[in-house]
């Protein structure tokens, strides 16, 4: 038994929540706790299972570990095959944080439970499969299916908000709720997929220029492609994964379905899902076209420098505390593709540590701001102010969150934004380095200005009556983001070693492959 | 033990105690308990800082120590091993003469604290204490460091600490907005800091001081971008607006972090990249400039304010402004002799100061008045401070100040050189307008039942006049330990300096301390007062926050929501219309399909009969 | 020459079902009126006897010299159609007991005679019986969708009429176009042998029967813009009716058009091919716009079916046996999860005679697992993994890539999403609204277990497509081979 | 008297059958104008397989006559059908469903 | 030269009465001029050599088919006994453009093929007709007999007494002269028992 586990440690990974989600269908509605219990004890299996891979890799091999295969479609070549590398173990790492504290963070939850946690899990098997699956059509399977449960999870559970019709296309809100739950939902999943829409015609282009044999990653990325390929697929990866990284201008479904999405989507979608988006750049469009991750790059770099100054701007511009939270994301997740678009070990490191230190910043982020909100009954960060006199930890716990984000040492956020600046700077670009750095200032502004205007000052007003620190397993969720949050920021090497052996064995060979690309085709 | 372990021991143990309140709400809460704890892990530091001190003499380099922070190998070397992002100590006299400094005004201050802060709520009073240790374990972070790299890790700490202490009265609205103003202001100079960062990396491949082959390039650089973040946190013009707001915090805050020790950090910054520095002749021009004109321009505005502490800060700002100016000459060792003994004294002042506060529950210096007579010790402390600041002989700051001015001239300064001169007349002249209202005036309503604080408060004033009056004395020691020893000698330079700071309080004299006072002077200098008080650098500030960030900031927003996404909606929507416009086609009459299938069928035909 | 016994081998299981079909006609003579219900389990039976035969029997082999062939693909098209009348009987037998009352028989009777028309079509290789058979399926289909209660108020009548009625009436004209068209073909080919019409020279006459042919085969596939009777009739029609008319009958007619296309029209020359693409863009764009706006479920599901035939005259435009075998899957696919949808509207509706959207509401909390079955079923049709549907577009994108139509893979997959927007709407319904009455949806058993067959298959497919896919292949090979 | 001139008469047939089809209103008469079409079809193969001297031709007509006529009797159950429900056989009077 | 006249004649009357089919006002009038048209069919088919064909045309289309026919008008029209029943057409330019298309194109197609088939052997007699049904149009011949079945029972289905209905009240609505309606459906529905 122990054996087997050993063996298929990562199909167990992919497998626990699934299972503890057909479980929970199986259970009897009314049975709250039953239901939670259980899908805490697939989400906890999971985070065992991804620690157990982490304290277990090789450091020393580095590489693939842990291969499993299983044929799924021969007749294409589709393996159902799993390995994990540097970067895999730091993400499903990621992941299991995540998804345990999400589960505890929404163990408060009241409507329909049952189908809630069972869409939950199906949704988090979907990102662990991502992260190990090695067969690059299996990898787009599990996107897939970790995008879609959204649409339920978000259009159930959601949140209304409204937004006034003006500007140049109000026309368009006759017909439109613009802000409501179920638009949210909507446009986020339809975006994403028009997303993935372009990546199956990349993927098909990639596939049958390699032979139209595997779909095996390892197969596909000792391929060298023909530069037209390279150039037009490339950007189809870029902007189709892109969309879920929240790339300008394809991150307008962020802010609003994080606003609407209930604590423990958020968390996960800003926390894990964003972060395949930027995984499927880097893992597929740049490993596997490294002529077009070079030809493009510029662009790809320009763009993620937009995307760090105008969310952050955005977000500076909002009242509303989940828009705020959204709109950082979107600018955090601009710094992780600048750190892709630098291909420098600094900035692909930084890349990939910014996935995880703001995985579990947004995820102690959107905790927060569920527990405000179901505290105080209102997201409108005007109405609020002095909430520190009565919920003071929650005020730290922000803050403390708030200080990751803008990048203080110590803290996750500083060691994955100060690497991505170093590797921008020794790029071929360095001068992105600079709207970068302002980028983390701005953030300094608008989330300590909102910390401010929510918790200080002069005290809350009478009707806000049940405001009161965390109750019992929502501690646990805070403690445990925060405590990552320092750990790993005064500990990097804890992750980032395996981050840098992947990134030793991948940079390289798309160095090379581009070089001699180049100059094969002048 | 060894020294590395003194030196881990004065910067862990504090931070242990700081985790140790934060974990444990029960400690904190009790207060009282919360403060002594501290207080001895500050007792524990002072003490191994001293021993390090004491080794120090003997040899000033007392080793390094390094560990690998992150990883970080050049493209295609496989393993991380030789790795230049490193963490550590580094102990040498700079260091380890900074290293007192802090930790006995450190010490001093939390003491004071127990006294001064005693009728808080024990909840606060724990919190209070917590932010300390905490601070005395960044400092000490940032002055151990071996490397910029540590070096900026702790002085982002400080900044954030002094954040929190600043904001320590978060429900007046007005001490949250200064925190937030004075981690603002100061964030964004440190932005510079990263920047020099990352260019030293690129070009030698770490984040060392010392002279690297490579660095030549770009030594301009990566000092401008250096000083960017010293005049960020030394409160240089024109980035020196939040140091005044700064004193929303409680007093002892502002003695120990805005007076006397994080402030300074620029200065020891620049003293410890002093390799660096002096390949960038130009950079050091630009700093001496900067750092007299703030000396000046400080030491004027200082002379309007009647709030005592605003007084003290903006003198903070302008002795300050000798420092950089020294270090601008090239001289660190001038620099850096007047950190420590302005730590000293100017810790003295704003503890003394908050003794007086304490006593009159007021900032204005109008509302004490004749304190002197009610609190000898504190009113004590607060003159020899305010000799000391003001450069008379025999004190500490004559000493110090007397080798910068020499310094300055000695390099051909002479603009900024007249400016420090300047600044010295003034200073002698607002500290002894401060000393002849606040203590020496007419009474007040408030001041009438004040009364000599408690020893706890006494106590630490005493310890610090000590050095403030003594450090001078000792000046070719301290300065032994990081640099060329300087021994005092008698200067043209000095005995103008001297003339004026006496002449400037005998002006103050005459304005306010004579029985029959210049009222005429008074009226004559009001205008100019009055333009200095409108503090416009500030405005200019606030103008540019409020209606240039937040303004841009709302157009993005506009425009994301309303453009960016309305175009996205617009989208859906021209679909789902198109649908909608389409329906008709669908007429429900069967002979219409049929016209459909009959067009479509005659279309082909002929396609295929006349298309070939 | 004169034909034997032995020609009947290889159609062994469409005599079976025939004489099957006979055996009930009698029967149903002898029934009581309050008996007849068993006339639908006995159709039932019959067709699953006959599907499971399929799998003993060898029906391979060529009869009636050369008019008929039974290969692998020929087999592969009549066990969907099997499958589709098989679920077809069982989702509607308790309908039509409680709709029909005493014309049971002729209902299954009529599906039977239907169903032999589409087991019998795919083999043929002659142009007389490819009609006769095509004819023998379309003329039951307009009876059974005129199907209804002629007794009632509601309505019911009133739209069945029109839905039989309009099937009709196009379906005739397509015929008298597609006879007109044949004859040219026989004329200028000198022979109703597709091998034979395959070598004639193309001269203008015989390319303008080839279109007529084809102009007068794609309304029972229902392509744009041959497509316009679909939705009225759809919403219309009896919804167990619908279930199999949106199937099989468009299996049946890519069998056909295959048969014809491929075996005898050359269609792998321009500019036959050509034309299919054009039948593709427009039925995948206007199918899937039009649906957006409809608020009657049928009908939306007529729409979205338009759409559906656009992705698998992809398959056929290619040409090549990789393309066909994936319009195999892809129709074998559909067949399941287009009959799982209208199954579950039907068990929403059963009480009811339309079919509003509104219906929907609030169905997964009141009989959760209809819900999710209703889900999977609508993203399976919109092409969503590890449901069927995905890798049948999938593979078809596949099909469409490799012969170079990148652009019908961009196309395919933005208008797919489009879909996925009305489907979720369904969904939607279903999820997010509340019940109009909470009371659990009432489920006869052979409409469950229809629901069940369905749903498990598509799951199954969905998770584990390759042995389908397998024989779809071979299918294919089998096809180009024996052409 | 050659073959064009049949075919010709069979396409003026089965054009003016459609146009029936188009243009009558009444089902009966529509299906009297598809019966124009399909028998012009007849007319075609008759003519095809008179000119290739073979019976093929022939024998498809027959099947095709004998599908018309069951086409008829159906069809007409219908009219019948649509006559219950509207009260009148006007092919426009069947158009609920639409849009 | 005779049979050309022959075959003019009888193309011109089969043509006038196919345009009457498609336009007399009058519907039993279209349906006695498909009788016209259908029998000159079967002449044209005596003229094509395919005497078995003209019989059966005559006897099936023009015998059966008629009679249906005017049964089906008999028992959807109001006023059995007149034979003026009003049958108007609607859209006739439009009709009529696509009915030239039509033609142009078919008549295009004709004239642009080079080799139309043109044998004058002998026409094999009705004996081959019954050799060709009975071996390679076997199938064909016994999947038509399960059609026509197919097509009595899908007639019957609706013409059952048992449960035929009435017009339903919106339906009836519609009918202008409600009263004379009884007398026509009493012939083959009474309203009374619906099943």
């Known amino acids: 038994m122990t054996h087997f586990l050993h063996a298929h440690m990562l199909s167990v990974i992919v497998a626990a929540p699934l299972l503890a989600a057909l479980v929970v269908l199986l259970l009897p509605a009314r049975d709250g706790l039953a239901i939670r219990i259980t899908s805490f004890m697939g989400a906890f299996v999971a985070l065992i299972g991804a620690v157990q891979v982490l304290r277990t890799y090789d450091t020393e091999l580095g590489g693939l570990q842990r291969a499993e295969s299983v044929p799924l479609v021969p007749q294409l070549g589709i393996d159902l095959s799993f390995a994990v590398d540097g970067w895999g173990v730091s993400l499903l790492l990621l992941t299991g944080i995540i998804i345990v504290t999400g589960v505890l963070a929404s163990f408060t939850l009241e409507e329909r439970e049952k189908e809630f946690f069972a869409l939950l899990l199906t949704l988090v098997s979907g990102v662990f499969g991502v992260f190990v699956s090695q067969d690059l059509f299996v990898f787009f399977l599990f996107y897939e299916i970790a995008v879609l449960p959204m649409y339920l999870l978000i259009g159930v559970w959601g949140s209304h908000g409204k937004v006034q019709a003006q500007g140049p296309f109000a026309y368009v809100w006759k017909r439109f709720e613009i802000g409501g739950r179920e638009y949210a939902a909507m446009k986020l999943t339809l975006m994403l997929l028009v997303g993935s829409a372009a990546i199956l015609v990349a993927i098909l282009g990639i596939y049958f220029a390699a032979g139209g044999t595997s779909f095996n990653l390892a197969h596909l990325g000792n391929t060298t492609y023909p530069k037209a390929l390279q150039l037009w697929a490339f950007p189809l990866l870029w902007l189709g994964f892109g969309s879920l990284a929240g790339v300008f201008p394809f991150h307008t479904w962020s802010p609003d379905g994080h606003a609407a999405a209930p604590t423990a989507v958020s968390m996960l979608h800003a926390g894990v899902l964003m972060k395949l988006g930027a995984f499927g750049v880097i893992r597929v469009g740049m490993l596997l076209l490294p002529e077009g991750a070079r030809y493009w790059a510029p662009w790809v770099g320009g763009v993620a420098v937009i995307n760090v100054l105008y969310g952050a701007l955005s977000a500076m511009s909002q009242k509303d505390l989940k828009y705020i939270i959204a709109y950082s994301s979107v600018s955090h997740m601009g710094v992780v593709m600048l750190g892709a678009a630098t291909l420098t070990v600094d900035g692909w490191n930084g890349a990939i540590y910014q996935m995880f230190a703001h995985g579990m910043m947004t995820g102690l982020f959107f905790a927060l701001v569920g527990l405000i909100y179901g505290r105080a009954h209102t997201r409108i960060i005007p109405n609020m102010g002095g909430f520190a006199k009565r919920m003071p930890w929650i005020a730290g716990f922000f803050t403390l969150a708030g200080l990751s984000s803008l990048g203080l040492p110590g803290l996750a956020g500083f060691v994955a934004e100060f690497l991505v600046f170093m590797g921008a700077w020794q790029s071929a670009h360095p001068w992105w380095a600079v709207p970068g750095i302002l980028g983390a200032w701005v953030t300094a502004v608008y989330v300590l200005g909102a910390a401010r205007s929510i918790f200080f000052g002069a005290g809350p007003s009478e009707h806000f009556h049940d405001l009161h620190d965390p109750k019992k397993s929502e501690w646990a969720a805070l403690w445990a983001l925060s405590a990552c949050l320092i750990l790993f920021g005064s500990y990097p090497r804890l992750i980032l070693d395996f981050i840098h052996i992947a990134t030793n064995e991948y940079l390289p060979r798309v160095a090379e492959v581009a070089q001699q690309l180049a100059v094969v085709k002048p | 033990m060894s020294a590395i372990d003194l030196a881990l021991i004065a910067t862990f ?118 932010w300390h240790s905490l601070f005395l374990f960044a400092m000490n972070t940032l002055v151990i460091a071996p490397n910029l790299l540590q070096l900026f890790l702790g002085w982002e700490l400080v900044g954030l600490v002094s954040y929190l202490l600043i904001g320590y009265y978060w429900q007046k609205p007005s001490a949250a907005r200064a925190a937030l103003k004075a981690f603002w202001m100061t964030k964004l100079a440190d932005m510079g800091l990263v920047a020099a960062l990352i260019v030293l990396f690129k070009n030698t491949g770490g984040f060392e001081w010392t002279a690297h082959p490579q660095v030549a390039g770009v030594a301009g650089t990566v000092t401008l971008l250096l000083f960017l973040a010293v005049m960020g946190k030394s409160a240089q013009f024109p980035l020196h607006v939040w140091l005044p707001d700064a004193m929303e915090g409680p007093t002892p805050v502002s003695a120990l972090l805005h007076a006397a020790t994080m ?56 002795q300050l402004g000798y420092m950089v100016c020294a270090l601008g000459s090239g001289s660190q060792v001038a620099g850096f002799f007047h950190l420590t003994t302005h730590a000293f004294f100017k810790a003295m002042l704003f503890l003394a100061a908050g003794g007086l506060i304490h006593a009159v529950h007021s900032n204005d210096i109008r509302d004490m008045g004749g304190l002197f007579s009610r609190m000898k010790i504190t009113a004590g402390a607060f003159i020899i401070g305010s000799l000391a600041l003001a450069g008379v002989p025999g004190f500490s700051g004559f000493f110090s100040k007397d ?110 301390g004579a029985p029959k006072g210049g009222a005429a002077l008074r009226t004559a200098f009001a205008p100019v007062g009055r333009f200095i008080a409108l503090g416009l650098v500030d405005k200019a500030f606030l103008n540019g926050y409020r209606y240039g960030l937040r303004g841009l900031a709302s157009g993005i927003g506009w425009f994301d929501r309303y453009v960016i996404d309305g175009l996205i909606n617009a989208l859906g929507y021209g679909t789902l219309e198109a649908g909608a416009r389409l329906r008709p086609l669908q007429t429900g009459k069967v002979q219409d399909y049929i016209y459909a299938m009959a067009i479509a069928m005659i279309a082909l035909g002929t396609a295929a009969a006349f298309l070939r | 020459m004169t034909p034997t016994l032995a020609d009947l081998q ?123 058979c095509f004819e023998l399926m379309g003329i039951p289909l307009a009876v059974l969708a005129a199907y209804a209660k002629t007794d009632d108020k509601a309505g019911v009548h009133r739209h069945a009429t029109e839905a039989g009625l309009k099937l009709y009436i196009v379906s005739a004209v397509s015929t008298a176009i597609t006879v007109f068209g044949l004859s040219l073909v026989y004329g200028m080919s000198g022979s109703t042998q597709l091998a034979v019409i395959a070598q004639a020279p193309l001269s203008p006459l015989l390319s303008v029967g080839m279109f007529l042919t084809l102009a007068g085969l794609s309304f029972k596939v229902g392509a744009v813009p041959f497509h316009m009777w679909i939705p009225d009739t759809y919403e219309g029609a009896p919804t167990p009716v619908v279930a199999f008319l949106s199937v099989a009958p468009k299996a049946t007619g890519f069998a056909a058009l295959a048969a014809l296309l491929l075996g005898a029209f050359r269609a792998n020359e321009a500019p036959l091919s050509s034309v299919l693409l054009i039948f593709v863009v427009a039925s995948i764009l206007l199918g899937n716009v039009m649906a957006l706006p409809q608020t009657d479920s049928k009908r939306l599901l007529g729409y979205s079916g338009i759409a559906q035939v656009g992705y698998m005259l992809i398959g056929l435009a290619t040409a090549n046996r990789y393309g066909m075998g994936m319009l195999l899957f892809y129709v074998a696919g559909y067949v399941v999860s287009n009959m799982g949808v209208f199954f579950v509207l039907e068990a929403v509706a059963s009480e009811r005679t339309g079919s509003d959207v509104s219906d929907l509401d609030g169905l997964v909390r009141r009989s959760p697992w209809l819900g999710m079955a209703l889900l999977i079923f609508l993203l399976s049709l919109a092409g969503i993994p590890f449901a069927v549907g995905f890798w049948a577009k999938l593979f078809i994108f596949m099909a469409a890539y490799q012969s170079g139509h990148t652009f019908l893979v961009l196309l395919g997959s933005l208008m797919a999403i489009v879909a996925l927007f009305y489907y979720l709407g369904l969904a939607r319904a279903a999820f997010m609204q509340p019940p109009k009455n909470p009371a659990p949806v009432k489920l006869p058993l052979p409409l469950m277990a229809a629901i069940l067959i369905c749903l498990l298959s598509v799951v199954g497919m969905g998770l584990y497509p390759s042995p389908f896919l397998q024989v779809a292949a071979s299918a294919a090979d089998a096809f180009f081979v024996t052409r | ?65 004998a599908i018309t006529v069951a086409e008829v009797v159906v069809g007409l159950s219908l009219v019948i059908l649509l006559y219950r429900s509207r009260g009148n056989v006007l092919l426009e009077s069947a158009s609920d469903l639409k849009g | 030269m005779l049979d050309q006249v022959a075959f003019a004649v009888v193309a011109l009357i089969m043509l006038a009465a196919a345009v009457k089919v498609v336009s007399s006002q009058n519907l039993v009038h279209t349906v006695l001029w498909l009788g016209v048209m259908l029998a000159g069919t079967s002449v044209v088919f005596v003229m094509l050599q395919a005497p078995f064909l003209a019989a059966i045309q005559l006897i099936l289309y023009t015998g059966g088919l008629l009679t249906l026919m005017l049964f089906g008008i008999m028992l959807t029209q109001r006023d059995a006994a007149s034979l003026t029943i009003p049958n108007p057409s609607h859209r006739r330019g439009f009709g009529a453009l696509l009915g030239a298309a039509a033609f142009g194109m078919l008549a295009g197609a004709i004239s642009k093929t080079p080799s139309l088939p043109n044998e004058h052997g002998a026409m094999p007699g009705t004996q081959e007709l019954g050799r060709l049904f009975f071996t390679q149009n076997a199938l064909a011949f016994e ?18 007494k048992a449960d035929a209905g009435v017009p339903s009240e919106s339906a009836g609505a519609e009918i202008p002269a409600r009263r004379t309606l009884p007398r026509t459906n009493g012939q083959h529905a009474n309203p009374g028992k619906g099943a």
């Open chain 2, 13 to 130: 143990g504090p931070l242990g105690t700081a985790l140790f309140l934060l974990l444990l709400p029960g400690l904190r809460r009790a207060g009282k308990a919360a403060g002594v704890i501290s207080v001895g892990s500050a007792i524990i530091a002072l003490g191994s800082a001293l021993q390090l001190a004491l080794r120090a003499l003997e040899t000033p380099e007392l080793g390094r120590v390094t560990v690998q922070w992150l990883p970080h190998a050049q493209l295609g070397v496989a393993s991380a091993a030789e790795s230049a992002i490193q963490v550590g100590v580094h102990l040498d006299g700079l260091s380890v003469s900074m290293l007192v400094v802090v930790c006995f005004v450190a010490f001093c201050v939390q003491v004071f604290s127990l006294g001064y802060m005693a009728h808080e709520p024990p909840a606060d009073f724990g919190r209070y204490f917590m």
């Open chain 2, 263 to 318: 402030v300074a950090a620029g200065v020891f910054l620049v003293a410890r990249a002093h390799p660096l520095f002096e390949q960038a002749p130009s950079t050091q021009l630009v700093m001496a400039y900067v750092g007299g004109f703030t000396a000046l321009f400080a030491a004027c505005i200082a002379v309007v304010q009647n709030d005592i502490k605003k007084v003290l800060a903006y003198s903070t700002c302008s």
């Open chain 2, 403 to 512: 080798l910068i001015l020499e310094e300055v001239f000695a390099r051909g300064l002479y603009l900024p050189g007249i400016a420090l001169l300047l600044a010295a007349f003034l200073t002698a002249f607002y500290m002894g307008r401060v000393v002849l209202i606040a203590l020496f005036g007419e009474p007040s309503s408030h001041a009438a039942h004040a009364h000599e604080s408690g020893v706890s408060m006494t106590f630490p004033l005493i310890l610090l006049a000590v050095p403030a009056i003594g450090a001078g004395y000792y000046g070719a020691t301290l300065s032994g330990l990081y640099g060329e020893p300087v021994h005092f000698h008698v200067s043209p330079i000095g005995m103008v300096a001297t003339a004026m700071g006496l002449s400037g309080l005998g002006m103050a004299y005459f304005m306010f």
């Open chain 3, 10 to 132: 290889p159609l062994t299981l469409d005599v079976a079902l025939l004489i099957g079909a006979f055996a009930l006609l009698v029967l149903d003579l002898f029934l009581p009126h309050g008996r007849k219900r068993v006339l639908g389990t006995l159709t039932f039976v019959l067709i699953t006897g006959v599907l499971v035969a399929s799998f003993f029997v060898d029906v391979s082999g060529s009869a009636f010299s050369e008019a008929y062939r039974g290969t692998a693909w020929a087999l592969a098209w009549k066990r969907i159609a099997l499958v589709s009348g098989a679920l077809a009987t069982l989702g509607a037998i308790d309908h039509v007991d409680r709709h029909f009352g005493r014309r049971q028989g002729e209902f299954y009777l009529l599906l039977l005679f239907c169903l032999s028309g589409m087991t019998i079509l795919p083999g043929v290789r002659d142009l007389i019986a490819l009609l006769v």
């Open chain 4, 1 to 65: 008297m050659g073959l064009s001139a049949y075919l010709m008469l069979a396409a003026a047939l089965f054009s003016v059958g459609l146009y029936g089809v188009l243009t009558r209103r009444n089902a009966v008469a529509v299906l009297a104008s598809i019966e124009l079409m399909a028998n012009a079809a007849n007319i075609n193969l008759a003519a095809f397989s008179r000119f290739r001297a073979e019976a093929t031709g022939q024998v498809f007509a027959l099947f095709s006559t």
């Open chain 5, 143 to 160: 999947v038509l007999a399960v059609l026509l079945l197919a097509a009595t029972l899908g007639a019957i289905v609706f013409a059952r």
